[in-house]
């Protein structure tokens, strides 16, 4: 197939679903460009979901993570006291789906209200609604002896879900927690002990309170959006995936975008596209694309020596991103997860439950449990995201698989700083220049300080007494807020959800139009990908931008 009607430039969540939609037509042709490889839902350290903790492990690197990933590194954050941070993303068909925490949050009914008022006119909450539950197949409603005996609060946890929030039989397998660490449980308790409501479902009438999370997950195996976007849909014979193929720039004819060229097998090509270029590269990679295209903002243009095609001045502006820091604490008791001698028993049982009931350890993502809360009486809703992890291991420091203790972790959900893409270099090999400014606002290093003083009240609830060792991090003796600022700005991390890079909106500094999802001023380009949300989504972003390609499907088949 060598003419295409549509040309995706970029094969991940965004790009999978929207080549899966749009070949829905058997009279549309579609190319889909991504520079990672396909086939990797086939490889063990991506189907088994505790295989996650792998991919940015350096001294595992033999096992593939690294060729799944780009390994970005952000600027020097001032409000983090000149610290980078790690910005990895996923590489492959399917994208970051492959890499992630496969945790499914929609974010706040209010989120979607809020981009309306900031222009994204029909956008609002009903509107999402709708694609959420044409996404999903809820496993709870599909198959509801998926997880037998799946209880919170005492009660089976299908019997407090309101359905009329979900959908069946979309291709996004959306699962409770296949086999959940007991000391979920123990968590539950000592969050109600310290004041804080049981919610079942993150993703229905409200969000605020404590739970389990649901997970892009199917028959307890990672469910990236290569299995269910691009597979169903890469054997339809109007349908190509062009893999291992770095995108250089657009191509332009004037004011309209015809191709996109790109380098494959030590040769540069272009590729045509008959009706439109959709870019779907991501909010690192997308504004990235545009600019080495000559569309951007002139100054930034000009200074890497690029001719300037197109003035569009929001280009790579309004970055947001989810910051997050921890406590982690040793336990006396060995029932979360870890290397030791005593309960090595216990971790062939895990090795064995995953080879045949995919059950056990190696179908956790560790971080079953967590909640939304508000940072302090000053808000109307929560503002803090918490994650409950039942180990005190990270990718980062594999040494500390070998101790038992848990990781709480809290994350400033509405940042108030505002970052930007830029480049380094008009090579489309180099990174693009990404800085986040994170905590240049001093509210958002104020919520993560009330996130641990929260992390702490539950720790120190009746329920964990049983359990309670030494506080590892950031350790009893740091109690001042000043001292805790100090250890934020040296323990905290991106939760990998960056967005708003192309936003949709009708002002001087919007770059898509939130009607077409167009670039404005050029004819034969979209932008689809979370690069075009106004404003980043309170929570885990996969779904809602698994939820505005299907819009944006839609909208393409609708002619808009």
């Given at each position: 197939m060598n003419v295409y009607d549509y040309v995706i430039a970029g094969g991940g969540v965004a790009g999978c679903v929207l080549a899966y939609r749009l070949s829905e037509d058997p009279n549309v042709r579609v190319a889909v460009l991504e520079y990672g490889r396909a086939g990797n839902h086939k490889k063990t350290?991506?189907?088994?979901?505790?295989?996650?903790?792998?991919?940015?492990?350096?001294n595992l690197a033999f096992l593939g993570g690294p060729k799944m990933t780009y390994m970005f590194k952000g600027e020097r954050n001032q409000g983090l006291g000149g610290n980078t941070l790690d910005l990895p993303?996923?590489?492959?068909?399917?994208?970051s789906s492959m890499i992630n925490g496969m945790i499914y949050i929609r974010g706040q009914h209010e989120d979607f209200d809020r981009w309306e008022t900031l222009g994204a006119t029909g956008w609002g909450r009903d509107e999402m609604l709708k694609y959420f539950k044409k996404s999903e197949n809820f496993e709870i409603a599909d198959n509801p002896d998926y997880t037998p005996n799946f209880n919170i609060n005492g009660r089976p946890v299908r019997d407090q879900i309101d359905l009329g929030y979900h959908g069946t039989g979309g291709p996004y397998n959306v699962a409770p927690p296949r086999d959940p660490n007991p000391m979920c449980d123990v968590y539950f308790e000592a969050c109600k002990q310290a004041g804080f409501n049981i919610n079942p479902d993150f993703n229905g009438a409200s969000q605020e309170?404590?739970?389990?999370?649901?997970?892009?997950?199917?028959?307890g195996q990672r469910w990236g959006m290569e299995s269910a976007y691009a597979l169903p849909c890469k054997d339809r014979p109007n349908v190509e995936f062009i893999t291992e193929a770095r995108i250089r720039?657009?191509?332009?004819?004037g004011k309209k975008v015809t191709g996109v060229e790109y380098d494959q097998g030590g040769e540069t090509k272009t590729i045509s596209a008959e009706r439109e270029v959709i870019l779907s590269a991501g909010s690192f990679n997308s504004p990235q694309v545009l600019m080495l295209?000559?569309?951007g903002p002139g100054h930034e243009l000009v200074k890497q020596g690029i001719e300037v095609q197109h003035e569009l001045p929001g280009v790579g502006q309004n970055l947001q991103d989810h910051i997050d820091t921890w406590v982690k604490q040793k336990s006396t008791s060995r029932i979360t997860y870890g290397?030791?001698?005593?309960?090595?028993?216990?971790?062939?049982?895990?090795?064995?439950?995953w080879i045949f009931s995919r059950r056990g350890a190696f179908s956790s993502n560790t971080a079953e449990a967590g909640g939304f809360v508000k940072s302090h009486d000053g808000v109307d809703r929560p503002d803090l995201q918490l994650f409950f992890c039942t180990t005190i291991a990270s990718a980062q420091a594999s040494d500390s698989f070998f101790a038992h203790g848990w990781a709480m972790h809290a994350t400033d959900l509405r940042p108030y700083s505002r970052g930007h893409v830029g480049l380094h270099s008009a090579d489309p090999y180099d990174q693009p220049l990404i800085q986040h400014n994170f905590c240049q606002d001093d509210r958002d290093m104020q919520n993560l300080v009330r996130g641990i003083h929260i992390m702490r009240r539950i720790t120190d609830q009746p329920a964990f007494k049983a359990h309670l060792g030494e506080e590892m991090e950031p350790g009893r003796e740091v109690q001042s807020d000043d001292d805790l600022r100090n250890y934020i700005k040296t323990n905290c991390m991106t939760m990998y959800h960056p967005t708003s890079t192309c936003s949709m909106g009708i002002g001087p500094m919007a770059v898509t139009d939130p009607g077409s999802l167009r670039v404005h001023g050029?004819?034969?380009?979209?932008?689809?990908?979370?690069?075009?949300?106004?404003?980043?989504?309170?929570?885990n972003t996969m779904a809602p931008t698994v939820a505005v390609a299907e819009k944006g499907a839609d909208l393409i088949k609708a002619g808009t």
């Open positions: 350290i991506v189907r088994m979901p505790l295989g996650m903790v792998c991919f940015m492990m350096p993303r996923g590489k492959a068909v399917g994208g309170g404590i739970g389990y999370h649901w997970l892009q997950q199917k028959g720039k657009l191509v332009l004819n295209s000559g569309i290397l030791s001698l005593p309960v090595l028993h216990r971790n062939v049982g895990h090795v064995l439950k050029l004819e034969g380009l979209r932008v689809i990908d979370a690069s075009v949300f106004p404003c980043v989504t309170s929570g």
